[in-house]
């Protein structure tokens, strides 16, 4: 039986100032070039979560050492190349991210071969087109249930260097994980975007962090040059989730009044869902960068609706749904079609639980047209097991009142404590 959260009804929101949980996208990666480099690397404030626990794990069971010191707040990885393959099977869950990841640092692996697998909706998740590139760099790869799809199993083989063209439209992720391993292929790597180029900005943080493990990569706009050679160890401090942040700077927006200063967010990161900060400005938002470090965001009234592309920040949609919910108006976002494809399909999963609530929204094959209202009904949201939707409601829930949210405990995946933090918010 799935348990389920009542969401009360937050009254008088003033002033709150908090901290928010590192980012997974940036943990992550930092987590795969630290486990290549040779020698002691140091991950300070990693995110703690479903997602990032997952992958430390998966990359433990290919022989990198992982110490955890001052409780979780700094992981000593000592890695080392190449990854061992020791015939074991390795549960990613539905960390699409660390899976993918994963795949692609398996294929540079010795010994015999690794099995990757993780929840039912993991293996619904198309993984083709880096299935095939690997496949193009010489890996051995067994999709063991579906073609195109986890779980899958790799074998050793020794990869060499190829030109790689990639479809633009589907995961960020791919080219990713491809930059990932390309200093260890034997002349580097070269890949090529082709059509619309979806989130590059996850594909720019990622050459952030390469470049912070010493590994320069050459950059255009569709095309990514990788030469040969080697991760150098090193100190690495994880900075705050900007999608988890968008919860909190949002709330003034959804209760219409109040002020939220987020301590640890850095303004001019690299991360994508900093935009958030332009689509709330739309919206009325007064908003003013903090320094060296934080954000405040200041609102009252009832925010305006707003048109927005999301091509390159898909994770916001949820938060922008309920935002839409509460807008003085008609919102339109659209642009990112690859939200089908997420831990459940987005689109299809914002629109049902909105229109539950009385809001007069509908789908668009790349994104929703939600029409604000100011009068909303009682419902039980459905999750999907998705941890951005469980999120963006409890906001909802936070304004209305009327609000409970079914399997609650899906936001571990990205934020643990999220509830706690919530919870906080009543004083």
Known sequence: MKSVKPILPLKGLKKIEIELPSSKSLTQRALVCASLAEGESQLVNPLISEDTLLLKDALVATNVEVKVVDEEKLWEIKGGFPPLLSGVKVYLGNNGTGSRFFLSYACLGKGSFIDIYGKPRLHERPVKHLVEALRKLNAKIECLEKEGYFPIRVKSNVLRSESIVLPGDVSSQFVSSLLLIGPYLPNGVEILIEGPFFSRPYVEITLEIMKEFGVEVYAEERYFKVSPGRYKPSVYEVEADASSSSYFLGL????????????????????????????????????????????????????????????????????????????????????????????????????????????????????????????????????????????????????????????????????????????????
């Not at 922008?320 to 089908?340: D, F, N, Q, S, Y």
């Not at 909802?396 to 995946?413: A, D, Q, R, Y």
């Open 252 to 427: 003034p927006l959804i209760l219409g009044e109040g002020e939220v200063v987020v301590k640890n967010y850095n303004y001019f990161s690299k991360q994508g869902d900093t935009k958030f900060i332009e689509f709330i400005k739309k919206m009325g938002a007064c908003v003013e960068p903090l320094y060296p470090k934080g954000v405040r965001v200041a609102f009252k009234g009832r925010p305006k609706a707003v048109e927005l592309d999301l091509k390159d920040t898909p994770d916001l949609f949820p938060t922008m749904c309920v935002l839409g919910a509460v807008a003085e108006g008609k919102t339109i976002l659209k642009g990112a079609p690859h939200l089908r494809f997420k831990e459940t399909d987005r689109i299809k999963a914002m629109v049902t639980e909105l229109q539950k609530i009385g809001v007069n929204a509908q789908e668009l094959p790349d994104g929703a047209v939600i029409e604000g209202t100011q009068d909303f009904q009682p419902a039980e949201i459905e999750t999907y097991d998705d941890h951005r939707i469980a999120m963006s409601f409890a906001l909802l829930g936070l304004k209305t009142g009327k609000i409970k949210i079914i399997n609650p405990e899906c936001v571990t995946k990205s934020f643990p404590d999220f509830w706690e933090y919530l919870e906080a918010l009543y004083g």
